[in-house]
């Protein structure tokens, strides 16, 4: 089993940065891709980014590439993501996971999800 806890979430303006960061506990998570995924009341959870487990590679949403960077640190079993120039539509719950496949893949694993962090961004 994994439990993974989100925090680093807040209120913040537009064009202001927050780093959220996964911490992960119940077993090891350096296997496996990580991701980061966010959900606005009535919408279905969406994918923001993925980091390989070697942490060598990183994908992201259109709509946060060039924005955001995703990192993690295997001896912590920690992932974080970092948000610079948030946008009001950045607004959402923001949750860690392990993804399932290769490469490029948006899928989550499914079983393991945090309680999430709530990030707001006014305009």
């Known amino acids: 089993q994994v439990q993974l806890v989100e925090s680093g979430g807040g209120l913040v303006q537009a064009g202001d940065s927050l780093r959220l960061s996964c911490a992960a506990s119940?077993?090891?998570?350096?296997?496996?891709?990580m991701g980061w995924f966010r959900q606005t009341p009535g919408k279905e959870r969406e994918f923001v980014a993925a980091?390989?487990?070697?942490?060598?590679?990183?994908w992201y949403a259109d709509s946060v590439k060039g924005r955001f960077t995703i990192s993690r640190n295997n001896a912590k079993n920690t992932v974080s993501l970092q948000m610079n120039s948030l946008k009001p539509e950045d607004t959402a719950v923001y949750y860690c996971?392990?993804?399932?496949?290769?490469?490029?893949?948006?899928?989550?694993?499914?079983?393991?999800w945090g309680q999430g962090t709530q990030v707001t961004v006014s305009s």
């Open positions: 996971t392990p993804i399932k496949g290769g490469y490029g893949s948006r899928v989550p694993i499914g079983d393991y």
């Open positions: 119940g077993r090891t998570v350096s296997s496996y891709i």
């Open positions: 980091i390989s487990w070697s942490g060598g590679s990183t």
